[in-house]
């Protein structure tokens, strides 16, 4: 067994919630930079530039790049030969989250229940997927996720009828549906497969991805890029003002399924497509 | 693309030359308002009680800054989705409010309301708030300061960038982008 001090999990945790919401990462610079260059829309090429422009600043002056500086979405596979030491893990994270969102000054989202609305006021608790895998190492990926695009959300149960046409046009309305709110040019994060909860949980961690790769399975690496194709073509454009980029990419996540049904959900990422993974 | 200047508060006058697709500078002063802070101007005008700004040629700012850090003015403060405001926004209109800035689609009923008391809406990038910061100068919580990111301040802002989404005719820039660049 390899003992891990929850002390040192708070303080990767806090790290990330910070380097997030100031330093976007490489993979998406590269995808508004390609943006910028295939824009035709005057408009969409302002906005780009403006976005490149509020990227620059959050980084270099450490400036949350932007006001909403989301709800920490935490995934942890923990290694089986991990022993946690000093304390429970749920509490080493939220204490992560509870200390880079203050001393960064970061904007605290969080309600303590939804239909009351009391701000907890220091943004906690996370939402946290733990599995555990093999090895003996601790991963940790912070995803802070702003409201304006996981509203924009979607998931159906679709008969296994509707086929691979009915996936494409379930996501395309989804895109379509959401418009200009979810902040475009977005990221569209795509799970199909496993059950009405799962399904939700491989679209959000789709988003993990780096947009630059290729997806392994080169069935869904070709239906990523039709999906993208088609979401392109519908002319929403940056910040809805019309034009050929509304997502920087696609990302396909699927598992097993029953007989019964095809699940898909579809969970939106805005330009500031924010995460970062450290391993333990 | 030209770029026109504006002033805020808007007269009769800035808001019948605006027109949807125009960009626009704007310089003056405006008022943050989001979800819970227009609820409570809701009530105070159901209540006939007074407001805590001047609603006469008023522009307000869909945004819930971050926390200024020590020396700042403000912190990131971008806009945020404005359709969850539509529900109120038509009785603020009636009460005289001329400006709107946020981003995303607003209802039918909204754009309507904004052809009959003469007012337009305007979006600012979303998910630029580092960069849109810079253009707020000055910036104090005037009303509901138990709202946290929430309360309204006033905020003098210069050379502010904004495009108009919807101007007084009905026009809707976001529909007009989607079929110009539609495959």
Known sequence: MR???ISEITGVVKKLC??????????VWKKLREAQATEESPA???VLKQIIENDTIAEKEKIPMCQDTGLAVVFVEVGQEVHITGGDLTDAINQGVREGYTEGYLRKSVVADPLRRKNTGDNTPAVIHTEIVSGDKLKISVIPKGGGSENMGSLAMLPPSAGV??????????VKKAGSNPCPPIVVGVGIGGTFDGVALLAKRSLLRPLDSVHPDSYYAGLEKELLKEINNIGIGPQGLGGRVTALAVLIETYPCHITAIPVAVNIQCHACRRKTFII | MSTKKISAPFDEKTVADLKSGDSVLITGTIYTARDAAHKCLTELIEQKKSLPFELRGAVVYYVGPSPEKPGQVI???GPTTSYRMDAYSTLLMQHGLKG???KGKRSPAVIDAMKNYRAVYLA??????ALLSKCIKKSEIIAFEELGPEAVRRLEVENFPAIVINDIHGNDLYDEGIKKYAR
């Open chain 1, 165 to 174: 046409e009915g996936v494409k046009k379930f996501v395309v309305d989804a």
């Open chain 2, 75 to 77: 912190g990131s403060a």
């Open chain 1, 44 to 46: 969409g090429k302002d």
């Open chain 1, 18 to 27: 910070l380097d997030t919401n100031f330093v976007l990462p490489e993979d």
């Open chain 2, 100 to 102: 709107m800035i946020g």
């Open chain 1, 3 to 5: 003992d891990i001090n």
């Open chain 2, 124 to 129: 600012a990038t979303g998910g630029a708030g």
